[in-house]
């Protein structure tokens, strides 16, 4: 543990480590998505209430997760910065926040259109709905708040409290739809638990879940890399990169 | 298949304004995740070469050399 925050301190370490794992998750990513994007829109038997409309989970379900976790990410990167000084953690964070926000506007916007055939309306304000636009809002805050400040330090400051103080939503949205009983259902698909859907249902949802995690992996590593040589291009290794293929 | 014709997938039984509507919006979120990913990397690449290459040739002809300002990143610490 302590020896791998140590190499974390070395951006170097870190460029060239995630030079060799990003093709695997790049590979993950498209394979995952992929299948689970022909399987779940074609394969899957349509549901016996809602039809075929309920094919839209397999965007909503994985966008609304990835939503959430890239939001504790961010809260972690941003703690495991202020106390280590781990400017890796500090940039990965950066780069986090737009796909979160992007995630979250999917899972609002799939399931406003979902609400339409599904529950009659495209919007109510339920408790996950409304903790979910929260969450949008919380992105766009910790975004703006970068742009802020023009000392990068004070800015990466600001950003990690906020992400910090703002992950005390998610357990909100987790448990909204447990307290507040209203619109949304309560979780039909957990990793751990046993499944409320046939498997020919629930297989091609894992499989888009898991395709999401790995899509999050593969482009935080790349960004990452491309931030790594926008803030330490001072470094002579960084200016030795130059010139070599990209 | 859960579905006899293409004409049927792509109706989704009535429901193709809302299926095709989410799945495409995620589908343009995520490639334009992968495009933005992409011209990043090559801008900076490329403003790397620049550099690298204008400090060259200020380094071959000291006289032409004016002060470059440096960006530390802002940070204060150099952990």
Not at chain 2, 54 to 73: V, Y
Request: positive net charge.
């Amino acid at each position: 543990m302590w020896a791998f925050i140590n190499k974390l301190r070395s951006p170097k370490w870190f460029y060239a480590i995630s030079a060799r794992l990003q093709p695997w998750f790049w590979a993950a990513a498209l394979l995952l998505i992929g299948t689970g994007t022909i399987w779940g829109l074609a394969f899957a038997p349509a549901d016996y209430q809602q039809g075929n409309s309920f094919r839209i989970i397999y965007v909503h379900v994985p966008a609304a997760f990835l939503a959430q976790s890239i939001f504790v990410s961010m809260a972690i990167t941003g703690l495991v910065f202020m106390v280590w000084k781990i400017k890796i953690c500090d940039m990965a964070a950066a780069m986090m926040a737009p796909l979160g926000a992007a995630m979250t506007f999917i899972a609002l916007f799939s399931g406003a259109v979902w609400g339409v055939p599904t529950w009659g309306t495209w919007w109510m304000w339920d408790a996950r709905l409304t903790s979910m636009l929260i969450l949008l809002f919380l992105y766009l805050g910790v975004i703006a708040l970068r742009g802020a400040f023009t000392s990068r330090d004070s800015a990466s400051r600001a950003a990690s409290v906020l992400a910090m103080v703002g992950v005390i939503n998610i357990p909100i949205i987790k448990y909204s739809v447990d307290w507040w009983y209203t619109l949304h259902q309560p979780a039909t698909f957990t990793i751990t638990g046993r499944a409320a859907m046939p498997m020919e249902m629930w297989a091609p949802l894992l499989i888009m879940v898991l395709g999401f995690y790995s899509f999050f992996i593969a482009l935080t590593l790349t960004r990452v890399r491309s931030e790594i040589l926008r803030r330490e291009s001072n470094k002579h290794w960084v200016r030795e990169l130059a010139g070599e293929t990209r | 298949m859960a579905f006899d014709t293409l004409q049927e997938f792509f109706a989704m039984g009535g429901h193709a304004p809302y299926v095709w509507s989410a799945w495409g919006l995620t589908a343009a979120l995520l490639l334009g995740c992968v495009l933005h990913a992409r011209a990043e990397r090559r801008q900076l690449l490329r403003q790397l070469e620049r550099r690298v290459r204008r400090e060259g040739r200020l380094a071959a002809d000291p006289a032409r050399a004016t002060p470059i300002q440096h960006d530390s990143g802002g940070y204060t610490n150099d952990a």
